[in-house]
Every structure is written in structure tokens, then in C-alpha cells.
């Protein structure tokens, strides 16, 4: 089992930066990939990014593309959103999530999730 917490949501004005971590533990031995979703109010979950064990490969929804980077530091267990030039339509439940296969994370699967966090942009 491999949990996983965010953290670092909040409000932040259209523009502004935010980095949210997702902190993995429990069977963390294992190489899985990590990703980022989103579900705003009244929509359904949707694929932000996700990058691979090793970190030589990142996918982006194309909503975000140039403004997110996604990274991970292996020797801390920790997943990072770096998002920049956020705009109200960012704001949502960012969640974090972990499988094996990248590909999976691309079709919007994954074996482990954590609980979210909420990032809110004003205008």
C-alpha cells in the first residue's frame, strides 16, 4: 500500500504561483509513476500530469501546458506541481495519484490516490 498526502493548496490570485507537494509513504520500494488531477465543481475529474519513476518523462493536459511542471524528488518520496499563471479556471480539488505505468496516470487510472487539495484563484 502506498499512501499519499497534498498539501500547499489555497487561495492565490489569478497569475500568482502556487507548488503543492504530494508526500508518498507506506510501500514506497516500489517504481511508480506520479500524477496530478483535477476536479472542479460540477465537472468531472481530469489528467493534469504526470511524470515517470526515473522523471526522464512528463505529460501534460494541454489546458496547462507551459504554465505547470510537474517534478519529484525520489529521495524524499515527493511529488511537486509547480503552477504558474493561474487563472480562475484552475480553481479545483487537485489530486494526487500513483500506478506503475505512466500510461495509466495518461488515462486517468491509478492505484493509489490521496485525498486532495484545494486550489482557488481569484480574479
Known amino acids: 500500500q502506498v499512501q499519499l498526502v497534498e498539501s500547499g493548496g489555497g487561495l492565490v490570485q489569478a497569475g500568482g504561483p502556487l507548488r503543492p507537494p504530494c508526500a508518498a509513504s507506506?510501500?514506497?520500494?516500489?517504481?511508480?509513476?506520479m500524477g496530478w488531477f483535477r476536479q472542479a465543481p460540477g465537472k468531472e475529474r481530469e489528467f493534469v500530469a504526470a511524470i515517470s519513476w526515473g522523471g526522464g518523462f512528463t505529460y501534460y493536459a494541454d489546458s496547462v501546458k507551459g504554465r505547470f511542471t510537474i517534478s519529484r524528488d525520489n529521495s524524499k518520496n515527493t511529488a511537486y506541481l509547480q503552477m504558474s499563471s493561474l487563472r480562475p479556471e484552475d480553481t479545483a480539488v487537485y489530486y494526487c495519484?500513483?500506478?506503475?505505468?505512466?500510461?495509466?496516470?495518461?488515462?486517468?487510472?491509478?492505484?493509489?490516490w490521496g485525498q486532495g487539495t484545494q486550489v482557488a484563484v481569484s480574479s
Open positions: 495519484a500513483a500506478d506503475p505505468q505512466t500510461n495509466s496516470l495518461r488515462s486517468g487510472k491509478a492505484d493509489y
Open positions: 507506506g510501500r514506497t520500494s516500489g517504481s511508480y509513476a
